[in-house]
């Protein structure tokens, strides 16, 4: 009722002027907590960065206005867009409407946002109504017994209740450390060769700067500048790695966007689907009481309890849309769900282990005129996904819903 009352409240104090318009194309049947990115076009003027939608049978969605996301390399530089997370709906086939107006930045609002913490200089988080969401990892590289702890940087995913479900740094496997990237098998330059998964002798990863915090009632984002380091600890790339979590009923939506330039000449990235990509790593728990008990889950069905598929061994194991794990941490099962993208390098070849670790990798090469660019989604719930559950989250992430921005 509180929350009813101030949004009434706002509507009431001289904001409800319709400020521009959203329309939706149709036909389309979205399921709730879509997120919907929407271009802000150069006729629009931004009053604030927070606005009310209402039509199409929905009244009070609030949208977040961002500034360009890391992936979309072809945007102008100040492109900002309007961002929203829908509910259940159907838009017909003439499309749907949706009427915006623009809140004052004082407003009160019926939803909490999301808000940055420095809980010391290596490590940052996203904290919603009092509890953690995601955690950045970054720490500074240190030589001797600390090294292996600081060799790349990293983020913790939490579920709902604020529960830590990933796996950091120590424990089997120590290099898998919750959402990550890295490749085993780069060579640059004078055909150098180094293992930037592992992170052997000078390899590292090392966070440099933040480039950008955004946070508001539907999303939390980062931008970081993150050095790619070899041989003499020389920088051979630089990548602008970007996380996104969504505000969404059911569980945590986490998008992952990187885009990785050459410093210097062409640099091959390749490996194995188990020491290259982009993986998820699951509680080190997994590993030591519940592996038995890992299920997963892909397009052509549900596998049994502690069977897993992998590249080479079964070479149809590629170009998956999706890919889910199901796995029990402190006697609750949870599901990642994996949403690999259509723009992203192929062929990739994806890994499975039972003890909690999946993803896939891929073999390209980068130039100066042709930077590394990927963009995958991170969903975890409580409890088991079901195929056409997954099924639609890859649908409305490689095909989002379309959507203009136009003045009233």
Known sequence: MNALLNVITVLLSGLAAQDFQVELKGPAKIPA???????????????????????????????????????????????????????????????????????????????????????NPELSQVTLEGKPVLQFVHPVL??????????????????????LVTKGAGGQFTHHRGIFLGFSKVTYGNNVKIDIWHCKDDTHQA???????????????????IAWNGKNKETFAVEERQLVVYKVPGGQLVEFQSVVRTTGGPVLLDGDPQHAGFHFRASNEVSEKTSKETIYLRPDGEDKPGVSRNWPDLK???????????????????????????????????????????????????????????????????????????????QFFNNPVQAIMVAK
């Open 316 to 394: 149809t194991h590629i170009n998956l849309p999706w890919n889910a794990m199901s796995f029990v941490l402190k006697d609750k099962r949870y599901t990642a769900l994996y949403l690999d993208n259509p723009a992203n390098p192929k062929e990739a070849r994806f890994s499975e282990r039972p003890y909690g670790r999946f993803g896939s990798y891929f073999v390209t090469e980068i130039t100066k005129e042709k930077p590394l660019k990927l963009k995958y989604q991170i969903w975890l719930q409580d409890g088991k996904i079901d195929i056409e559950s997954a099924k639609l989250k890859s």
């Open 207 to 225: 966070f440099e700067k933040v480039l950008l915090r955004e946070s508001g009632p539907v999303l939390a984002s980062e931008k970081d500048q």
């Open 33 to 119: 907590g879509t997120p919907v990115q929407i271009a802000i076009p150069a006729g629009i003027i931004v009053k604030s960065k927070t606005c009310l939608l209402s039509g199409a049978g929905t009244t009070n969605l609030l949208g977040q206005v961002v500034e360009k996301f890391s992936a979309d390399l072809t945007a102008k530089e100040k492109q900002q867009y309007l961002v929203v997370v829908l509910p259940a709906l159907i838009i017909p086939d003439n499309g749907a409407t949706l009427a915006g107006t623009w809140l004052a930045d004082d407003a009160k609002t019926s939803s909490t946002s999301f808000s940055f913490e420095d809980k």
């Open 142 to 163: 240190k030589e001797g017994k600390e090294r292996e702890a600081s060799y790349k940087p990293f983020h913790h995913l939490f579920d709902n209740s604020g529960t």
